[in-house]
């Protein structure tokens, strides 16, 4: 058995505890709704009108669904790129973007950290002084490589950033090999994509077009930053189509993980309780943000929404309002008690609490996957288009 098909054997498809007391009946019933209005099978058949009569942003926006896939043929070359790149000697590697460009990037390096023998990684996203000058001082520059990173290729922030880089790039090592110390992701034609092959990149991966930035994280976005600090992009990419695989349309409604995540945030979220709180194990912490971007932006549009907190301090049960939904996600192996007695107190203040357990990092693959779906099943539960900007 291949370390991949290890992964899609050891992937949690559901929960490892859910108590959501009275509110139970109201998912149930949302689930009902969405099996009876065949919302799976129509969001796999890339029907606009699950969320909006008008396509705009959502046609040309569902890559994300199949993305693990499309991406599978890819990952021996994104792998291959990364062992060349550090037999080549690189150190570092500094990603310059903004956003949902670099967000993916910036949870895979909180969450996993250094990696022995691989270079390190910095993510840069943002033009203050402050910030630039520690990057700029954290790494030799003759031995870095630099990821421009832009969906549209016109993103103000890293191509500024690309210019200052370049420029010191090239008196580091000369004009003729500081092309080679640059790297692009953008989307084919764009004007990064010209930039890049004009001025000797070493290489432009264009990404598949039809993303949104906040759902690119299992593209080449997330995996070409990840595979050169030394993640292993094909045990990510395989978890991710374990969920991907347990949402299709020929699983039951109720037993999809992505369904059952989606209808739970936005039936709780329908019944006063749109405070969605994420509680993570310390290594987990940057995943939280992912999330509350993922979130915050997909569902918090048209007077409507859903408030997702992260990094929290968690305090006694009884201060918390009748407002929230708590989602623990555990790493297996955390043997801090102080998560579990705080879910057991909540639970035991009437709070609605779901928890979830990863069995290693590599399920982080999984999880973007999951609440990417569960994002647009709570958008048609809400009546939110969840693709285009808030």
């Known amino acids: 058995m291949t370390a991949s098909e290890r992964v899609l054997c050891a992937v949690r498809l559901t929960p490892d505890h859910v108590n959501l007391g009275s509110y139970q009946q109201s998912v149930d019933g949302a689930i009902a ?92 996203d943002s033009t203050i002084p402050a910030a630039v000058k520690a990057t700029r001082d954290a790494v030799d520059l003759s031995t870095t490589l630099f990821i421009v990173s832009s969906k549209s290729g016109s993103t103000i922030e890293p191509n500024v950033l690309y210019r200052y880089f370049r420029g010191l790039v090239d008196t580091a090592v000369g004009t003729e090999e500081s092309g080679s110390r640059f790297v692009a992701i953008t989307d084919a034609g764009t004007s990064l994509d010209v930039m890049g ?34 993640i292993d992009t ?5 978890s991710a189509r374990a969920i991907e695989e347990a949402c299709e349309p020929h699983i039951a409604t109720g037993n999809n993980p992505g369904v059952w995540l989606g209808a739970t945030l936005a039936s709780l ?27 915050a932006e997909s569902l918090g549009k048209d007077a409507r929404g859903i408030v997702p907190i992260t990094g929290e301090p968690l305090v006694e049960a009884n201060a918390y309002g009748d407002d929230r939904l708590f989602v623990f ?22 709070h609605p609490v ?18 990417e779906f569960a994002a647009a099943i709570a958008g048609r539960v809400m009546g939110v288009q969840p693709f285009n900007q808030p």
């Open 234 to 238: 094909s045990e990510l990419s395989a």
């Open 197 to 230: 092959t004009d001025q000797g990149f070493r290489q432009v991966f264009r990404n598949p077009e039809d993303l949104g930035g906040r759902y690119s994280v299992l593209s080449y976005f997330g995996l070409i930053p990840a595979a050169i600090s030394g």
């Open 329 to 350: 996600i555990k790493l297996a192996g955390d043997e801090s008690r102080e998560l579990d007695t705080a879910q057991s107190n909540l639970e035991a203040a009437g």
């Open 33 to 124: 709704k969405l099996n009876a209005d065949r919302i799976v099978q129509r969001i796999w058949e890339a029907d606009h009108t699950v969320w909006s009569h008008d396509p705009t942003e959502i046609s040309d926006r569902m890559g994300w669904l199949t993305l693990p896939d499309t991406m599978r043929p890819q990952l021996r070359n994104i792998q291959r790129f990364a062992s060349e790149v550090a037999a080549d000697g690189i150190q570092h590697v500094v990603l310059l973007g903004m956003g949902g460009s670099s967000l993916g990037t910036e949870t895979l390096k909180r969450c996993f950290g250094p990696i022995d023998g691989a270079p390190a990684l910095q993510v840069l």
């Open 269 to 295: 979220a329908g019944s006063g309780r749109d405070k969605l709180t994420l509680v993570t194990s310390p290594p987990l912490a940057g995943f939280g943000l992912w999330v509350e971007q993922l979130i």
């Open 354 to 371: 779901v928890v979830y357990t990863l069995d290693d990092l590599y399920a982080l693959g999984g999880e973007f996957y999951r609440w």
